[in-house]
């Protein structure tokens, strides 16, 4: 992303708002924010995230700046800033989850398409915060 991490930090952490996905599938047809409303760092135990107005998930580590990982329905995910230089960052997403093959194959499709949008949200907001600069 073309954004440093310090400007991608704090929409990671807003994750804990609203998936930032296609939020008509995720959010209830709720729009996740787009602009930050100012959260305090993330604590582990806190809600993970919030998906049509309910709190979801549990948060199960934080390195403020970079890196968050928490838990929701039976997954882990694990998001990490890479600094790539002054000015850009690399956002990582890992998701683990312990299920069957078959279960596995299909989650597998359908996350991908979910975290690929969200990946792209948080990319746009975060390099929209750095236009001009």
Not at 3 to 18: E, F, G, K, S
Not at 37 to 46: A, I, W
Not at 52 to 77: D, F, Y
């Amino acid at each position: 992303m073309h954004a440093p991490a310090a400007v991608l930090w704090p929409w990671v952490t807003q994750i804990r708002l609203a998936p930032y996905s296609y939020d008509w599938i995720d959010n209830l047809g709720r729009r996740s924010p787009r602009q930050l409303v100012g959260l305090p760092e993330p604590r582990v135990g806190e809600a993970f995230t919030t998906v049509g107005g309910h709190k979801r998930g549990r948060i199960l580590s934080v390195e403020p700046g970079r890196q968050l990982t928490g838990t929701i329905m039976n997954a882990c995910l694990s998001y990490v800033l890479v600094p790539q230089g002054p000015r850009a960052t690399r956002l990582l997403l890992k998701v683990v989850m312990r299920t069957n093959r078959v279960v596995a194959l299909g989650l597998s499709v359908g996350d991908l398409v979910m975290a690929r949008r969200q990946l792209l949200t948080l990319k746009h907001l975060a390099e929209r915060g750095t236009e001009g600069g």
